[in-house]
């Protein structure tokens, strides 16, 4: 055990005997034989715990009982211990599959054809064979910064599962229970100190609905030495039936001074390096991960140079034409910021490729490396009052020109990392059955902003199947790092009355914590998806550059699906790049929805791309078709002040639709509105509204600070605020 250490496990002796009842959690400490425990996980620094994850798997489609499949998967997983306080300890972890079997493809296919087989068996064929994460966690191994494993994707139950791995806060006895809230609550016993080999271990048990489930903490060590579970359950379509386990496999002390040798972890020591500006990475690794042909590698080590500077010995200026865009954007960085020349990134504003042009542009437009020194504090003060809720002094009263300069800038406080990451809406009861899932770039820098994809997934809505699938089809693209990912969970329909407030929440949410570009967010889904896509399209216009429903259908109207009425309010999407994809031959959703919706935008003079497949059903992966989105939303960025607006009112919950908020209107209320005679208004000259032909007000309208801070209020879009507003009584 390493002395020194300030997490220690208390130490136990002696264990149930087998079929003894849990004995209830209130039960008087001073009963109990022997003393309470007090349990805490032990990290030390500098050290890499080696875990062996085998997992397997027999699934069988519910609609085909007697065709099974099986999986087998084998994981090498390594965690370094990088950092830690007094309060929270940060890991490096990195997954490599050792191992993959499969068996039952062929009746797979016979039943369901290719396209389904491939499609299901995607999850496992297609998943990254080496991810790495950033975790940090507290004491009692309770996640701080909600990491998520890519692996869990693979289960329905593992993360319920895994809320073993949270230690109890509280003194705890042999026999001691409790059964935590959530989705799927978990019957949790202590079982005491076991002996298992040459060391002692103390052990939980759990009571899952769908199995059950056990966690093993080496008593010595303070590590998780064991978790396994086993589950039947049904989902997605089929019966599962699995079994996991994960086992510690031991632990190399002071792994630092040899982390450039091990390719198991050295990609998760690189991310640790950048997670943590006191730790510096040799010259040697960064040079092998940038001459390399893996595209992780590659974005690590050029995130590495950009965020902590360029290793000693490194010539950076030989990646400035990188056939890696992320590399040649990174160089470009990291010399401007290290290198103390800026002309290798101003000359990236014309690069070749329009992701690296694009990229170094809103560097220079938005990145808060380029804010000027005396902008600072002002700056801190409207982000913490815009994103945390702080107060605004008097400084900020009447200075609207001053206050818009540093809007560009404007993005909330985050000290994120690239990876994965599962989070939990605060504040409803039901909050847990919606959970939202989070892919950063792997060269994510919480100072510049980023486009935003949110993908709505089809089935009942589940968000682990709907990441996991955008998320290979993005790696398969080779965009993964070109984007924030935002994956909501339905548990429903995306238009059931207690679903859209959550999507709703989960966007705003997104948008107060992330480094997001407003002008660059983006929406998608596929079947039930592809119709929440149209659905919030057409309710939150103002807010997505594009849109991209597969095998979707026209919901505008949750009382209207079979048959929808009030299709005008289809006109909605046409300030915004829509692309349309389905099956011809599709019994489920019939494609004749996508042709409507394609002719009506035409017809509006909409950017409308459609896509028919020949021969296909309702079987159309993502996949499939994410070259052709991401070359509709390549070419789309949003205009948040169109020249032009046409605005059904979809729902008088939804009045706002760029620079037009209809207040009071009922549904179904059309507006149409244009800016004539100037490029932009000209608030220096008298304004002329006209309303249906009758001039409703002339005169001057002044830009205040008050007005830019309502719309920032109401929004938290920097990027479409404004700093004047005119009120027309259209009664009147």
Known sequence: MHLGIAIVLALLAGGPSAGRLPVPANRPADALTPAPSDLRYAFPVGDVLVYERVFDTENSPLDHPDVKYTVHEEWLIKTAVVNRNSTAVGTAIQANRTKLRITGRAALVRALGESDADNILSLYERAETTSVRYRIVDEFGRS?????????????????????????TQSIWEGWSTTPSGDQPMDIVYEGVKKEGSSFQHVFSGRHPAGWALMAVDRD?????????????????????????????????????AWDKDPMVDRALVLGAIT???????????????????????????????????????DMKRYLYARNPIVRFNAAKALSKFGGDARPLIAKIRDADPYVARRAADYFNHSTDVLPPDKKFVFWVLQNWLYEGGELPDLFQGDEESLRDLLRFLKPANDAVGGCYRYYLPGEPTDFRHPYYVSLPEDYDPAETYPMIVYLGMGDGRGDLAFQAIYNGLRAAGALSHFILLVPQADGKWWDKDVEPVVNRVLTAALKTLSVDTNQVFLAGSSNGGMGTIYFGTRLPDRFAGLAANMGYPVVDRRFLEQPQNLEVLKNLTNARVFLSHGAQDDQVTPEGDRRTADILRQADGQVTQ????????????????????????????????RRIDFVLADAAYPRCFWIEAEGAPAGAEIHAAVTGNTLVDLTRDVVVRVNGREAYRGPVKPSADDLLFSLAMTADAQAAYGACLEIDMIN
């Not at 998520?148 to 139950?157: G, P």
């Not at 978790?227 to 996991?244: N, P, S």
């Open 611 to 642: 896509r028919v497949m020949p021969g296909r059903k309702h079987n159309i992966d993502i996949r499939e078709v994410i070259a052709e989105i991401l070359d509709v939303f390549a070419s789309g960025r949003r205009n948040a002040y169109p």
């Open 144 to 168: 701080l910064n909600r990491s998520y494993s890519l692996q869990d994707a693979a289960s329905f139950v593992v993360s319920s599962m895994k809320g073993l791995f949270i230690l109890p």
């Open 276 to 314: 943590d500006a006191g730790l510096t990475c040799r010259a040697g690794i960064i040079k092998r991960f940038l001459a390399g042909s893996d595209v992780q590698e590659q974005n690590l080590a050029a995130a590495y140079c950009a965020r902590r500077g360029i290793p000693d010995g490194l």
């Open 221 to 257: 060590l303070g590590l998780p030495a064991r978790f396994e579970y086993a589950a039947d359950y049904g989902g997605a379509g089929e019966r599962r039936r699995e079994h996991a386990s994960v086992r510690l496999k031991g632990v190399q002390r002071d792994a630092w001074h």
